[in-house]
């Protein structure tokens, strides 16, 4: 009876082993998702934090070339308007001698 007594004891000790080790086991695996969701975490803000800088130089991009754009605008129309009233004081100055060989040929005779 001694010897059963022992075995009972020796089975007892293994299961209560065999529980230590799945538990230690379960640690484990909740540890290492707690990482995983800890680096997740990580990754989802740099990736947040790299999309907001990205972002930022884009933003940044269209309104220095939208100022340049209004500038280039601005530039144009003011050569234009100098190059119509340079072609109105041209064609003003011009125009009588324009007139003056238009008649001539009109009123000349041909034989």
């Known amino acids: 009876m001694a010897s059963s007594s022992r075995g009972q004891g020796g089975i007892q000790q293994l299961l209560a082993a065999e529980q230590e080790a799945q538990q230690i086991v379960n640690a484990a695996k909740n540890e290492k998702l707690a990482r995983l969701k800890q680096a997740k975490d990580e990754a989802e803000k740099e990736i947040a ?3 907001a800088q990205l972002e930022y130089q ?3 991009k269209v309104s220095e070339s939208s100022g340049d754009s209004g500038a280039n605008v601005k530039r144009l129309e003011q050569e234009t308007e100098s190059k119509i009233h340079h072609l109105k004081s041209e064609s003003s100055r011009i125009s ?3 007139v003056s060989m238009l008649l001539s040929y009109v009123t000349t005779v041909k034989n």
Do not use: A, L, P
């Open 96 to 98: 009588g001698d324009v």
């Open 49 to 51: 934090e790299h999309r």
């Open 58 to 60: 884009f933003q940044k």
